[in-house]
């Protein structure tokens, strides 16, 4: 195991809180960053912490996985409910949506990489570009879909009040299509927070080649989201 | 002769003299109670896990008591009055007010259920013992993640407020299982149940929380020199859960928020009249909690592994067979949760279940048979440790074989929903996890605390839990046989003389607990102090630090160079009882 | 009293099953205990099972049993054994090193339970589906389950008559017969929350669902030796056990899904009848004249001759006209001309409905009861339906509430 770093015994709390006291502050925090005490170094603490993310995605991905369950299952039991309902949704608003989001996840693609790179600027901006792609994603969502799905009393179980006539059962159908993209919406929002913390932490230099676990972590969380929706897209709006 | 070297930690603030333990007091009483509420350190949230836990299995014990105590008679009326409504008259109901009477059972029972599994058993082991215990036995300074370690502990308060919430605003009555459409109709006027299935719901995030945080330590922190086959059995039984706890508790996560969805909004995904399906429910439901099960057994078992091989002083027979045997029943865990839903329908996907049930009993009976092989000329001190060891080889084979009666599905036909199913979850959840964890608690009490317990008063617990243990469920066993269903709040009286031997039972089970709380308490205030390595045991934990442990653990980070359970290599044979030389940590070694 | 030949057990066909019984058998009689099945059989199960596959299951659980006891003591032994003999105190005389392991015995104990567990499930699975697959010719009785109560319907229409107490609650269960030796085939359905019927007699049971129906079916082997005075039940409302049935004289069934608050007063009698019996019985309760005054009877009737699938009472609009306020009312027909109702035209209308259709319910035929239906049940529905209209004269209303005195015939 590298031995590297031995000599400073670090806290994983911002410098100054530093047991050396006193320190160089002119040196950018990602350099002065010490692994947490239980760590032999730096690039030790960050392999766990990637290990860590890569475990909550799984879990992330077990979450919706079980959603799919249930659509998979109720398709086949109502088919024709399914159909009429997606009837509903307009395919050009989800195609916009998943457009969005595919350029979303060049920018953090590109985030990351300008993290490892070290420059900052281009981090900044691609983070800016993300968040507003998330932003976007929601706003097309809300005032296109939602707003009009409410209109219409297109809505689950005991608010559904359609007055167009409508195949039995599909109450059941806007169950599952808030629930699935409730369920996403409420990860895009969680992942704009996440981005604006980003951009935060790299106002204050906090990011440098060395140091963008992170950056790298905000970063894979988007794609599942991303992926979930390439996923949800075509099952909710496109099969007839 | 296998040595351990060691090296100083660089940089360790003030390194020239001792450590004070992690349970030095920070300073005044408000310091020190701050500093156990924010802390990051493992040992501490442990401890705090422990004493939470501990509270919870007392709560539940007290409310399986009473629900022993309404089973105590048949209701019956005589002279109008009806006797055999306990519950409803200790709680100043109308005793002839059936409903009421009924009611309250239901609460009771459900309440035990929840707080037993969601409460105690799913966190206990891991949350408490394995918060101490895992960094120690590999040699590390803390978890890979201590904040987050601290928020599943804040997270796991939360859950239990939920809990408290939906008690006091009068318990819910749908048994631990949930199942719709019941519990999506029932109190359809308020929110209690909406409160505990968020209880429940949070309650998982806590558990993934930990589970994470372990799998990551086991991979990242394990000290230089260890590799994975140096790695005490405990670790191993822990990684296992840890697995199954992330893999399978977000499955839950979302049936329990769909199941809110269908409770607030109707939304029909699990009722039939909307176009749902119950049965669904049941699948997502068991995916979850068949797994989970064996998120209960495996912290047993690894606990189990150090208990005999301590208690034996001797190397676990067929060290590989034992870790891979946990590997297998973390993954079959996942493909076996038909087998609760043999009665749902007369589906051909029982009969697969049923095969791969068998199949999931293997690596148990494997575990069985080597933790035997593994007494087999041993050194076998017969303290209370040992003792509870060898009462869950009893106690878990017996619940275990029952498990076979309700895998076959003609008999588990018969079986399904009576007492038998009680009895026998008990003999494997009670009877394995909770013995085994009270086993680890004596065992390690000397390392957690740094005090002995008194040795007399713990076994005398021992043999009262186990009688009363026995008395309590093996009852169950033949009533359940005889057809008496569970969840029945009355029963028709030819099954009265085996609930009466039951209850007994649990008032002879709560006597030994009550030994146990006394023993406890008394070695906490007069305890006598223990030292590091009471047992003249190999693992990290106790041949590498004090009793109770410092702040980081170890002096110095330990280089592993021997296995775990390598006595025959450090112990010459033919030594007197008590001679056995303990190896001792060396400052001086090289760097 | 008759036994019957068991029917739609499984053949005993692979030689495994001879051995699992093969086992008990010995092991009974190695222990010197005579009958191959009773003793050990008799302190988990008190009594035999008492349906075809039942006995089936009891062999297979005595295998299970036999196999768990041996396995349990042969481990019993050294956990017992080895403590002592190698106590620590005994340490310098005893401690070895040993191998840490034994490929070749680890295989083995691995290896020998799964032979073990093999015909445990071939078995089980046998059992499980004589359980479920039941035969064509099987007597059909429809059970619904409700917050909490079975209701039995039988092949005829007709509910049961009987109740009986499961526990003192005053909740009733009803009592349901079954014919002796014939496979009987329940055909379950709920209309609240899941419940599970369960006849611990006859080692089965199956969950019942909303919206779903679902079957299991057995074969009574022997009838039901009725209790004192041929009654199943006591019906002595004096005694401390009235309701109570008689120890013996039938089966309990119980609901074995959780359902709430009364799930454990959710039961059922069940009486196994000879199948002639059986037979009056249930024509029995389809035709007896019910208790109760004219209007009660009447409603009785119209339920069992299924009136309401069309006829409402709450004047709520139906395939058929509703019966509230029908008596007196004026009523036009598909042909224009109209008719005040009054008792004959109701008599007329129920024997030949078809004769002149009412303007609205053109195509909605019911059907002719002439022949179907005795003078006296004409006249009970018709007082219900007088019953049921606010044009009625107070006298006739009276007399509808009267309980009708068979001694001279009815007017
Ligand atoms: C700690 C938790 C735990 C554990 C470890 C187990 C272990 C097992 N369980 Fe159990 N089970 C529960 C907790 C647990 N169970 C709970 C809580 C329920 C009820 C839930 C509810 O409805 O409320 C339940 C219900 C349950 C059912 C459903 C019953 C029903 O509702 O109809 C079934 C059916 O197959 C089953 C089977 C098994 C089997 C085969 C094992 C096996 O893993 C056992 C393996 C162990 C052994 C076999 C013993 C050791 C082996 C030997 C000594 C070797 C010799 C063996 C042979 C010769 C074969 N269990
Ligand atoms: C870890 C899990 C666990 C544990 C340890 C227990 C422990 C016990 N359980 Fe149970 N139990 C369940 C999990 C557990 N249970 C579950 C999941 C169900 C199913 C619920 C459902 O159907 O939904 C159940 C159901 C259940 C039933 C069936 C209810 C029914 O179906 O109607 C019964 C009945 O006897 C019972 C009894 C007991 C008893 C007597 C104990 C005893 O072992 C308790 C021992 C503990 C104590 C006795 C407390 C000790 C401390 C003291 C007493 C200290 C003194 C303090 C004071 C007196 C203040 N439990
Ligand atoms: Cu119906 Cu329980
Ligand atoms: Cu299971």
């Given at each position: 195991?590298?031995?590297?770093?031995?000599?400073?015994?670090?806290?994983?709390s911002p410098?100054?809180?530093?047991?050396?006291?006193?320190?160089?502050?002119?040196?950018?925090?990602?350099?002065?960053?010490h692994?947490?005490?239980?760590?032999n170094?730096?690039?030790?603490?960050?392999d766990?912490?990637?290990?860590?993310?890569w475990?909550?995605?799984?879990?992330?991905?077990?979450?919706?996985?079980?959603?799919?369950?249930?659509?998979?299952?109720?398709?086949?039991?109502h088919?024709?409910?399914?159909?009429?309902?997606?009837?509903?949704?307009d395919?050009?608003?989800?195609?916009?949506?998943?457009?969005?989001?595919?350029?979303?996840?060049?920018?953090?693609?590109?985030?990351?990489?300008?993290?490892?790179?070290?420059?900052?600027?281009?981090?900044?901006?691609?983070?800016?570009?993300?968040?507003?792609?998330?932003?976007?994603?929601?706003?097309?969502?809300?005032?296109?879909?939602?707003?009009?799905?409410?209109?219409?009393?297109?809505?689950p179980?005991?608010?559904?009040?359609?007055?167009?006539?409508?195949?039995?059962?599909?109450?059941?159908w806007?169950?599952?299509?808030?629930?699935?993209?409730?369920?996403?919406?409420?990860?895009?929002?969680?992942?704009?927070?996440?981005?604006?913390?980003?951009?935060?932490?790299?106002?204050?230099?906090?990011?440098?080649?060395?140091?963008?676990?992170?950056?790298?972590?905000?970063?894979?969380y988007?794609?599942?989201?991303?992926?979930?929706?390439?996923?949800?897209?075509?099952?909710?709006?496109?099969?007839? | 002769?296998?040595?351990?070297?060691?090296?100083?930690?660089?940089?360790?603030?003030?390194?020239?003299?001792?450590?004070?333990?992690?349970?030095?007091?920070?300073?005044?009483f408000?310091?020190?109670?701050?500093?156990?509420?924010?802390?990051?350190?493992?040992?501490?949230?442990?401890?705090?896990?422990?004493?939470?836990?501990?509270?919870?299995?007392?709560?539940?014990?007290?409310?399986?008591?009473?629900?022993r105590?309404?089973?105590?008679?048949?209701?019956v009326?005589?002279?109008?009055?009806?006797?055999?409504?306990?519950?409803?008259?200790?709680?100043?109901?109308?005793?002839?007010?059936w409903?009421?009477g009924?009611?309250?059972?239901?609460?009771?029972?459900?309440?035990?259920?929840l707080?037993?599994?969601?409460?105690?058993?799913?966190?206990?082991?891991?949350?408490?013992?394995?918060?101490?215990?895992?960094?120690?036995?590999?040699?590390?300074?803390?978890?890979?993640?201590?904040?987050?370690?601290?928020?599943?502990?804040?997270?796991?308060?939360?859950?239990?407020?939920?809990?408290?919430?939906?008690?006091?605003?009068?318990?819910?009555?749908?048994?631990?299982?949930?199942?719709t459409?019941?519990?999506?109709?029932?109190?359809?006027?308020?929110?209690k149940?909406?409160w505990?299935?968020?209880?429940?719901?949070?309650?998982?995030?806590?558990?993934?929380?930990?589970?994470?945080?372990?799998?990551?330590?086991?991979?990242?922190?394990?000290?230089?020199?260890?590799?994975?086959?140096?790695?005490?059995?405990?670790?191993?039984?822990?990684?296992?859960?840890?697995?199954?706890?992330?893999?399978?508790?977000?499955?839950i996560?979302?049936?329990?928020?769909?199941?809110?969805?269908?409770?607030?909004?109707?939304?029909?995904?699990?009722?039939?009249?909307?176009?749902?399906?119950?049965?669904?429910?049941?699948?997502?439901?068991?995916?979850?909690?068949?797994?989970?099960?064996?998120?209960?057994?495996?912290?047993?078992?690894?606990?189990?592994?150090?208990?005999?091989?301590?208690?034996a002083r001797?190397?676990i027979?067929?060290?590989?067979?034992?870790?891979?045997?946990?590997?297998?029943?973390?993954?079959?865990?996942?493909?076996?949760?038909?087998?609760?839903?043999?009665?749902?329908?007369?589906?051909?996907?029982?009969?697969?279940?049923?095969?791969?049930?068998?199949?999931?009993a293997?690596?148990?009976?494997?575990?069985?048979f080597?933790?035997?092989?593994?007494?087999?000329?041993?050194?076998?001190?017969?303290n209370?440790?040992?003792?509870y060891?060898?009462?869950?080889?009893?106690?878990?084979?017996?619940?275990?074989?029952t498990?076979?009666?309700l895998?076959?599905?003609?008999?588990?036909?018969?079986?399904?929903d009576?007492?038998?199913?009680?009895a026998?979850?008990?003999?494997?959840?009670?009877?394995?996890?909770?013995?085994?964890?009270?086993?680890?608690?004596?065992?390690?009490?000397?390392?957690?605390?740094?005090?002995?317990?008194?040795?007399n008063?713990?076994?005398?617990?021992?043999?009262?839990?186990?009688?009363?243990?026995?008395?309590?469920?093996?009852p169950?066993?033949?009533?359940g046989?005889?057809?008496?269903p569970?969840?029945?709040?009355?029963?028709?009286?030819?099954?009265?003389?085996?609930?009466?031997?039951?209850?007994?039972?649990?008032?002879?089970?709560?006597?030994?607990?009550?030994?146990?709380?006394?023993?406890?308490?008394?070695?906490?205030?007069?305890?006598?102090?223990?030292?590091?390595?009471?047992?003249?045991?190999?693992?990290?934990?106790?041949?590498?630090t004090?009793?109770?442990?410092?702040?980081?653990?170890?002096?110095?980070?330990?280089?592993?160079?021997?296995?775990?359970?390598?006595?025959?290599?450090?112990?010459?044979?033919?030594?007197?009882?008590?001679?056995?030389?303990?190896?001792?940590?060396?400052?001086?070694?090289k760097? | 009293?008759?036994?019957?030949?068991?029917?739609?057990?499984?053949?005993?066909?692979?030689?495994?099953?001879?051995?699992?019984?093969?086992?008990?058998?010995?092991?009974?009689?190695?222990?010197?205990?005579?009958?191959?099945?009773?003793?050990?059989?008799?302190?988990?199960?008190?009594t035999?099972?008492?349906?075809?596959?039942a006995?089936?299951?009891?062999?297979l659980?005595?295998?299970?049993?036999?196999?768990?006891?041996?396995?349990?003591?042969?481990?019993?032994?050294?956990?017992?054994?080895?403590?002592?003999?190698?106590?620590?105190?005994?340490?310098?005389?005893?401690?070895?090193?040993?191998?840490?392991?034994?490929?070749?015995?680890?295989?083995?104990?691995?290896?020998?339970?799964?032979?073990?567990?093999?015909?445990?499930?071939?078995?089980?699975?046998?059992?499980?589906i004589?359980?479920?697959?039941?035969?064509?010719?099987?007597?059909?009785?429809?059970?619904?389950?409700?917050?909490?109560?079975?209701?039995?319907?039988?092949?005829?229409?007709?509910?049961?008559?009987l109740?009986?107490?499961?526990?003192?609650?005053?909740?009733?269960?009803?009592?349901?017969?079954?014919?002796?030796?014939r496979?009987?085939?329940?055909?379950?359905?709920s209309?609240?929350?899941?419940?599970?019927?369960?006849?611990?007699?006859?080692?089965?049971?199956?969950?019942?669902?909303?919206?779903r129906?679902?079957?299991?079916?057995?074969?009574p082997?022997?009838?039901?030796?009725?209790?004192?005075?041929?009654?199943?039940?006591?019906?002595?409302?004096?005694?401390?056990?009235?309701?109570?049935?008689?120890?013996?004289?039938?089966?309990?069934?119980?609901?074995?899904?959780?359902?709430?608050?009364?799930?454990?007063?959710?039961?059922?009698?069940?009486?196994?009848?000879p199948?002639?019996?059986?037979?009056?019985?249930?024509?029995?309760?389809?035709?007896?004249?019910?208790?109760?005054?004219w209007?009660?009877?009447?409603?009785?009737?119209?339920?069992?001759?299924?009136?309401?699938?069309?006829?409402?009472?709450?004047?709520?609009?139906?395939?058929?006209?509703?019966?509230?306020?029908?008596?007196?009312?004026?009523?036009?027909y598909?042909?224009?001309?109209?008719?005040?109702?009054?008792?004959?035209?109701?008599?007329?209308?129920?024997?030949?409905?078809q004769?002149?259709?009412?303007s609205?319910?053109?195509?909605?035929?019911?059907?002719?009861?002439?022949?179907?239906?005795?003078p006296?049940?004409?006249?009970a529905?018709?007082?219900?339906?007088?019953?049921?209209?606010?044009?009625?004269?107070?006298?006739?209303?009276?007399?509808?509430?009267?309980?009708?005195?068979?001694?001279?015939?009815?007017?």
């Amino acid at each position: 195991m590298a031995m590297i770093d031995l000599g400073q015994h670090g806290s994983g709390s911002p410098p100054g809180h530093d047991h050396h006291g006193a320190e160089d502050l002119s040196r950018p925090y990602h350099e002065r960053y010490h692994a947490a005490h239980h760590y032999n170094d730096r690039e030790h603490e960050f392999d766990a912490v990637k290990m860590g993310i890569w475990l909550f995605l799984a879990t992330e991905i077990l979450l919706f996985s079980g959603m799919f369950c249930a659509y998979a299952i109720f398709r086949l039991m109502h088919p024709e409910a399914f159909i009429n309902g997606s009837h509903h949704l307009d395919w050009r608003w989800g195609l916009l949506n998943t457009i969005i989001l595919l350029m979303s996840s060049y920018w953090v693609a590109a985030a990351v990489r300008h993290a490892q790179t070290g420059n900052m600027k281009w981090l900044k901006i691609n983070v800016v570009l993300t968040f507003f792609a998330g932003a976007g994603f929601l706003f097309i969502k809300f005032v296109f879909e939602y707003a009009k799905k409410i209109r219409e009393g297109l809505l689950p179980g005991r608010f559904y009040a359609y007055g167009g006539d409508a195949t039995p059962f599909e109450p059941l159908w806007w169950g599952v299509y808030w629930g699935a993209t409730g369920i996403h919406a409420t990860h895009v929002i969680v992942g704009m927070g996440l981005f604006a913390w980003i951009w935060l932490r790299a106002r204050k230099g906090h990011f440098g080649p060395t140091h963008y676990t992170a950056v790298e972590g905000v970063g894979l969380y988007w794609h599942i989201v991303d992926i979930v929706w390439i996923f949800l897209f075509p099952l909710l709006y496109l099969i007839h | 002769m296998a040595t351990i070297s060691s090296r100083p930690i660089a940089g360790h603030p003030h390194d020239d003299h001792a450590h004070p333990s992690y349970l030095h007091p920070k300073g005044g009483f408000w310091t020190t109670v701050w500093d156990w509420m924010s802390t990051v350190d493992h040992k501490k949230i442990g401890v705090m896990y422990l004493f939470a836990i501990l509270f919870m299995f007392f709560v539940g014990g007290v409310a399986a008591l009473l629900v022993r105590l309404e089973l105590f008679t048949p209701t019956v009326v005589t002279g109008g009055v009806a006797q055999g409504q306990e519950l409803a008259s200790l709680w100043g109901l109308d005793a002839r007010n059936w409903a009421e009477g009924n009611n309250v059972y239901n609460r009771t029972m459900t309440l035990h259920g929840l707080i037993m599994v969601f409460l105690v058993i799913v966190p206990s082991v891991p949350a408490s013992l394995g918060n101490f215990l895992l960094p120690l036995m590999i040699g590390a300074k803390d978890v890979a993640f201590p904040r987050l370690n601290l928020a599943s502990w804040y997270v796991y308060l939360l859950g239990s407020m939920f809990a408290i919430i939906a008690i006091i605003m009068g318990g819910v009555d749908t048994g631990w299982t949930f199942y719709t459409p019941y519990s999506t109709t029932t109190d359809a006027d308020s929110l209690k149940v909406v409160w505990m299935v968020l209880a429940a719901f949070v309650l998982g995030f806590s558990s993934i929380f930990t589970g994470l945080n372990f799998i990551v330590t086991v991979h990242k922190l394990r000290a230089p020199g260890m590799g994975w086959f140096d790695m005490p059995l405990f670790v191993w039984g822990i990684y296992g859960t840890a697995l199954i706890q992330v893999l399978a508790t977000p499955v839950i996560g979302i049936t329990l928020l769909l199941l809110i969805f269908e409770r607030l909004f109707h939304i029909g995904v699990f009722d039939p009249r909307l176009g749902g399906d119950p049965v669904l429910f049941q699948h997502f439901f068991w995916f979850y909690s068949h797994p989970v099960v064996y998120v209960m057994i495996l912290p047993g078992m690894a606990i189990m592994n150090e208990l005999i091989s301590g208690g034996a002083r001797k190397k676990i027979f067929g060290y590989r067979a034992v870790a891979f045997s946990t590997l297998a029943i973390a993954g079959i865990s996942f493909i076996v949760w038909g087998h609760h839903l043999f009665t749902s329908q007369g589906e051909v996907s029982a009969v697969i279940f049923s095969a791969l049930t068998y199949l999931v009993a293997i690596p148990s009976a494997v575990k069985i048979f080597n933790w035997i092989a593994t007494l087999y000329k041993g050194s076998i001190n017969l303290n209370t440790p040992t003792l509870y060891a060898l009462g869950f080889l009893f106690l878990f084979t017996i619940g275990g074989l029952t498990g076979l009666f309700l895998g076959s599905l003609a008999v588990d036909l018969h079986l399904h929903d009576t007492y038998f199913v009680v009895a026998h979850f008990h003999y494997v959840m009670m009877g394995g996890t909770i013995i085994a964890f009270v086993g680890g608690i004596h065992f390690w009490w000397p390392k957690m605390f740094g005090k002995m317990y008194n040795e007399n008063w713990a076994r005398l617990g021992f043999v009262l839990v186990f009688i009363g243990f026995n008395l309590t469920f093996f009852p169950q066993f033949i009533m359940g046989t005889q057809g008496m269903p569970r969840r029945y709040a009355s029963y028709v009286p030819e099954f009265q003389i085996y609930h009466q031997l039951s209850t007994v039972g649990s008032w002879v089970l709560a006597l030994g607990f009550i030994a146990h709380l006394f023993t406890f308490v008394h070695s906490l205030v007069a305890g006598r102090k223990a030292d590091p390595n009471p047992y003249g045991l190999l693992t990290l934990d106790w041949s590498q630090t004090s009793s109770p442990p410092i702040e980081h653990n170890f002096e110095h980070e330990p280089v592993v160079t021997h296995g775990p359970y390598d006595f025959d290599d450090v112990v010459p044979p033919q030594t007197r009882p008590g001679e056995f030389p303990l190896p001792k940590a060396s400052p001086d070694s090289k760097h | 009293r008759r036994r019957f030949k068991p029917r739609h057990i499984p053949r005993f066909g692979p030689g495994y099953r001879q051995g699992g019984i093969q086992l008990s058998t010995t092991m009974n009689t190695m222990l010197s205990l005579a009958d191959g099945r009773s003793w050990l059989h008799n302190i988990w199960f008190l009594t035999r099972g008492d349906s075809s596959q039942a006995a089936d299951t009891d062999n297979l659980f005595m295998f299970i049993m036999w196999v768990s006891i041996i396995t349990f003591v042969l481990l019993l032994i050294p956990i017992v054994y080895f403590p002592i003999k190698y106590r620590r105190s005994k340490q310098a005389t005893n401690y070895a090193q040993s191998p840490a392991h034994n490929t070749l015995l680890e295989l083995t104990w691995s290896v020998v339970p799964l032979m073990i567990m093999i015909p445990m499930f071939f078995w089980g699975f046998e059992g499980y589906i004589s359980k479920v697959a039941a035969p064509t010719d099987a007597e059909e009785i429809h059970i619904r389950g409700q917050m909490w109560n079975w209701t039995p319907t039988y092949r005829n229409g007709a509910n049961t008559d009987l109740v009986a107490r499961i526990t003192e609650s005053e909740t009733d269960v009803p009592v349901i017969y079954v014919p002796a030796g014939r496979p009987v085939k329940l055909i379950m359905s709920s209309s609240d929350v899941i419940h599970s019927f369960f006849v611990p007699d006859f080692r089965t049971k199956m969950d019942v669902f909303p919206n779903r129906y679902t079957s299991m079916w057995f074969q009574p082997m022997r009838e039901s030796i009725p209790g004192p005075g041929g009654k199943w039940v006591n019906e002595d409302e004096s005694s401390p056990d009235f309701r109570k049935p008689y120890p013996g004289t039938g089966h309990w069934v119980f609901c074995a899904e959780y359902c709430g608050t009364k799930h454990s007063e959710m039961g059922a009698w069940m009486v196994v009848l000879p199948p002639k019996e059986f037979e009056l019985k249930i024509h029995e309760l389809a035709t007896k004249f019910p208790e109760g005054s004219w209007a009660k009877a009447g409603q009785t009737l119209s339920t069992r001759k299924g009136c309401f699938q069309c006829h409402s009472v709450d004047g709520t609009p139906n395939s058929g006209p509703t019966w509230k306020d029908m008596f007196g009312a004026t009523h036009t027909y598909t042909d224009g001309d109209s008719q005040v109702v009054d008792e004959d035209w109701l008599r007329t209308h129920i024997l030949y409905s078809q004769k002149k259709i009412l303007s609205g319910y053109a195509g909605q035929n019911m059907p002719i009861f002439a022949g179907q239906i005795k003078p006296l049940e004409i006249d009970a529905i018709i007082f219900y339906i007088k019953s049921l209209s606010n044009k009625t004269p107070q006298a006739e209303l009276d007399k509808a509430n009267q309980t009708p005195d068979f001694s001279k015939p009815a007017e």
